[in-house]
């Protein structure tokens, strides 16, 4: 599918619903510096979110402006399949349970 200018959305995982929506735009922190996007990943109906932090994109390091934020569908399959495989229980209760990945979701 092409690139999605699109701040939310859903995707079918092996017969499974997750929605995502953009939960923090990359920004610059007084305490850690630039920080990268935050998504937002919840299983259809399910409890538990799971927050997939990127890393702070390259042209922000090296103080060009911001551009669009760009995510797809291969880039949100791969975060939550990360997440998953890293133990994440959507049906569990709790807090949000916060994952590092790179820039292409892995």
């Known amino acids: 599918m092409s690139k999605s ?17 953009l939960q923090r735009e990359p920004h610059l922190s007084d305490d ?5 996007m935050t998504i937002a990943v919840a299983q259809r109906d399910a409890k538990r979110e799971a927050w997939m ?4 994109p390259k042209r922000l390091l090296k103080g060009l402006p911001r551009g669009r934020l760009q995510l797809d569908d291969a880039t949100i ?8 495989s890293a133990g994440w229980d959507p049906l569990s ?12 979701g892995n």
Request: proline share 4%; charged share 30%.
């Open 93 to 104: 209760r709790g807090k949000p349970e916060v994952f590092v990945v790179d820039s292409e």
């Open 5 to 21: 200018l699109s701040t939310s959305g859903a995707i079918d995982l092996d017969g499974v619903t997750y929605d995502w929506r």
């Open 77 to 84: 399959t791969r975060c939550v399949r990360s997440a998953l």
């Open 53 to 56: 932090e990127f890393p702070a």
């Open 32 to 36: 850690e510096g630039w920080k990268g």
